[in-house]
């Protein structure tokens, strides 16, 4: 079985004097050299999120030569952006990523055609977006949009790059339905199913180090060039697996799951992988509280249990006076339970109240049948009662 695969990309008609000059260190590459830049040249990739995997690969692929590069992202440049977000400096703060982006690329090289496109992907949109690219790279960091592009590529036909990380760790494949020579599979022939609700932090929760970015970033743009290019083995059918830490790579084989069901339209996605369980749902109706009405309580003098279910990490960041820390990890083995008090209602709060929710059903079940959760965790309550908070 042949382990290349035919270039994605027709090559331009030619380079100009300029584009020589630029990618000479490429044109003296005998795997790439005038042929696989005019085809750098000719391509159209999509890169969703301007963010921590969104960085690295729209700079260098611009760097690369690659003609056009299309930007989703509706999101703006927020200052805890910029530990890893290297596309954006302190003067894009409050500005829209897409727009910090071009300005950026423009700089790397004004040659790229960049094209923005400020809106939230979704099911009304994604096939049609992507059916103007040659291929797609995905950064993003929710199970939603994972599964919204998978499933849009393979009904666009197109193929595409998927990164991932989370604090020291970083995953890459490439997924592509429709690979010549029978190699076809996709995001769900890896991941047929999203983790239950909760049980995977994203990186605003769990944390990234900034570099791991630049680490996975760097692995996706080159199988970008490499699949637009001919060149090389793709990571088709292989899972690499980055572990800063220890220093190493490996792969694992992927391969087509025959149960894997035919795409055939595109669902609903937040409805599908779900931000909170069937469980916490029903927990916390009629037991959620307002950052306005925990203060009245505080101010009440009511004995309760302030209970924040938070990581040690995030507590030292920031916190609510008179809490308690009793990560969400020590409630689910049984060890935080044995902590909470039983005399007194227990409030419970995390950074956004997805985790708070996930722990109000755990306790419910346990017989804390008076216990609520903060709406909104403590990014709620700083905007409302400490806007002086620092926050992460």
Same mark, same amino acid.
Request: hydrophobic share 40%; glycine share 8%; charged share 20%.
């Given at each position: ?230 060149i090389g083995e793709p990571l088709l059918g292989r899972l690499m697996i ?36 069937? !469980? ?6 009629? $037991? &959620? =509280?307002?950052?306005? %009405?925990?203060? *009245?309580? +505080? ?21 609510? !006076? ?6 969400? $990890? &020590? =409630?689910?083995?049984? %060890?935080?339970? *044995?902590? +909470? ?38 990014? *709620? ?12």
């Open positions: 079985m042949p382990r290349s695969l035919p270039p994605l990309v027709e090559p331009a008609d030619e380079l100009t004097r300029d584009e020589v000059a630029r990618y000479s260190r490429h044109l003296i590459i005998p795997d790439v050299g005038v042929q696989g830049q005019k085809r750098l040249k000719n391509a159209r990739v999509l890169v969703i999120g301007a963010g921590g995997l969104g960085a690295p690969t729209l700079l260098y692929l611009a760097a690369a030569g690659v003609g056009t590069l299309g930007i989703v992202d509706f999101d703006v440049v927020e200052e805890s952006n910029l530990q890893r977000q290297v596309i954006h400096g302190v003067s894009d703060i409050g500005r829209a990523k897409a727009q910090s982006a071009r300005d950026s690329i423009a700089e790397v090289n004004p040659l790229v055609q960049v094209r923005l496109h400020q809106q939230r992907l979704d099911r009304s949109n994604a096939v049609e977006l992507f059916a103007q690219y040659d291929l797609v790279l995905d950064g993003t960091d929710n199970f939603a949009t994972r599964y919204l592009v998978n499933d849009a590529a393979v009904l666009a036909r197109k193929p595409y790059i998927w990164g991932s990380i989370y604090r020291f760790e970083g995953q890459v494949s490439v997924f592509w339905e429709d690979a010549p020579h029978g190699r076809g599979l996709n995001y769900r022939d890896l991941y047929p199913d999203p983790p239950p609700p909760g049980l995977v932090p994203s990186c605003a929760e769990g944390g990234v180090l900034g570099v791991l970015c630049a680490s996975i970033g760097s692995v996706m743009s080159t199988e970008a060039i490499k699949l637009i290019t001919g980055y572990d800063a830490l220890e220093m190493s790579y490996r792969t694992i084989a992927i391969r087509k799951d025959p149960s894997t069901p035919a795409i055939t339209e595109l669902i609903d996605y937040e409805a599908f992988c779900g931000s909170v369980s069937e !469980d916490a749902v029903a927990a916390t109706v009629g $037991s &959620t =509280i307002t950052p306005v %009405e925990l203060r *009245a309580l +505080l101010d009440s003098g009511q004995r309760l249990a302030l209970i924040d279910v938070r990581e040690p990490g995030e507590w030292a960041i920031n916190h609510i !006076d008179g809490a308690q820390l009793v990560p969400q $990890s &020590t =409630i689910n083995t049984g %060890e935080g339970l *044995a902590r +909470l008090p039983q005399d007194r209602m227990s409030v419970l709060y995390c950074k956004t109240g997805v985790r708070s929710a996930q722990v109000l059903a755990t306790l419910k079940k346990a017989g804390f049948a008076d216990a609520v959760h903060l709406q909104g965790g403590i990014v *709620a309550w700083a905007k409302q009662m400490q806007p002086d908070m620092v926050m992460y």
